[in-house]
């Protein structure tokens, strides 16, 4: 079964500065994508970025980088310049093509911007 | 833009009472999903469906059931809902296949039940 560990329940950043969110998974699957998905108070999941297990080059999306390490099995989101609203909840999630294609979601990790 | 929509922000019910929790999305997508969301533990799958009149299983089923009668729309029922049922649930569809496949959700219907 796959399993996504996401060890920082909470994270200071300072205004401006780079931030990264930690996410491990778990699969004997060669074949798997990897996402990262925002949520803030409102409670809405925004879809921020997408890793496929074959890319070769890591994904990046504005200030979202995705910092994927194949043979560690991590996929951590770095947030460069970061802005106050990027306070939120942070969910990395892992789709297993041999699955299903369900999504499996880690326990979050809520970020707080400091002005 | 794709819309996911909930019925319902926020719904309080009792002990016992049925609850429908209503879901439609407006991108014609196969596959619609419901899941759980507590602190710590992230999102859990409780049913999916990828086409109309199907559903599956997925990791926490048990007191909740769903329908889906047409494309748009995907149901989840609480028989009898229980206090360890309060919770925020949040439905998300997509389109079916490898890579990438959104999941675009809504924004969660939050119950309680008393």
């Known amino acids: 079964a796959q399993k996504i560990t996401q060890t920082q329940p909470g994270m200071f950043v300072q205004e401006k500065e780079a931030v990264t969110l930690d996410c491990t998974y778990d699969t004997s699957d060669q074949s798997y994508g990897l996402f990262w998905y925002k949520q803030p108070s409102s409670g809405e999941m925004i879809f921020l970025i997408y890793q496929g297990s074959y890319d070769e080059q890591n994904a990046t999306e504005g200030r979202y980088s995705l910092n994927f390490q194949k043979a560690r099995k991590s996929a951590n989101l770095v947030i460069s310049a970061s802005q106050l609203g990027d306070s939120a909840m942070y969910f990395c999630?892992?789709?297993?093509?041999?699955?299903?294609?369900?999504?499996?979601f880690g326990g979050g990790t809520r970020l707080m911007v400091k002005p | 833009d794709v819309k996911v929509t909930q019925s319902s922000r926020y719904l309080v019910k009792r002990t016992g009472e049925k609850v429908f929790l209503e879901c439609v999305q407006d991108?014609?997508?196969?596959?619609m999903f419901w899941y759980r969301q507590d602190p710590g533990l992230g999102l859990r799958l409780i049913y999916f469906s990828y086409d109309v009149k199907m559903k599956e299983k997925g990791d926490i089923p048990e007191g909740y059931s769903v329908s889906r009668e047409k494309k748009e729309r995907f149901s989840l029922i609480l028989e009898s809902a229980s206090t360890n049922q309060t919770s925020m649930y949040l439905c998300?569809?997509?389109?079916?296949?490898?890579?990438?496949?959104?999941?675009?959700f809504g924004a969660g219907t939050r119950l309680s039940v008393l």
């Open positions: 991108m014609d997508h196969e596959n």
């Open positions: 998300a569809s997509s389109f079916p296949g490898q890579g990438l496949n959104i999941q675009y």
């Open positions: 999630a892992m789709r297993d093509y041999n699955a299903g294609n369900m999504l499996t």
